[in-house]
């Protein structure tokens, strides 16, 4: 069974900086892309950062040139690197692992709070 474990979440001042991890196990085929994605109070989840397993990536609009999204295929580790946080980036961040033939996975999230 594939499980995707977040951490790095907290709570960070305005400006700061987090780096969010995903550690996935039990997975057999690597997934063809895995993402970010958060979820504010009383908003639908939204994507933030997707890449693929050749590296390929896409940013959100409001995150473009702020964060950064990596991964270690052969450690099956994703990594969100958060620069110049903003109150509004408080969510809770959640992991997705992607196959080809349309399996999904989700991790359970982690919380990040910026305080203004």
């Known amino acids: 069974q594939v499980q995707l474990v977040e951490s790095g979440g907290g709570l960070v001042p305005a400006g700061g900086s987090l780096r969010l991890s995903c550690a996935a196990s039990?997975?057999?085929?690597?997934?063809?892309?895995m993402g970010w994605y958060r979820q504010a109070p009383g908003k639908q989840r939204e994507l933030v950062a997707t890449?693929?397993?050749?590296?390929?990536?896409i940013y959100a609009d409001s995150v473009k040139g702020r964060f950064t999204i990596s991964r270690d295929n052969a450690k099956n580790t994703l990594y969100l690197q958060m620069n110049s946080l903003k109150p509004e980036d408080t969510a809770v961040y959640y992991c997705?692992?992607?196959?080809?033939?349309?399996?999904?996975?989700w991790g359970q999230g982690t919380q990040v709070t910026v305080s203004s």
């Open positions: 997705k692992a992607h196959w080809q033939w349309g399996t999904d996975y």
């Open positions: 039990g997975i057999i085929v690597s997934p063809s892309a």
């Open positions: 890449i693929t397993g050749g590296g390929s990536t």
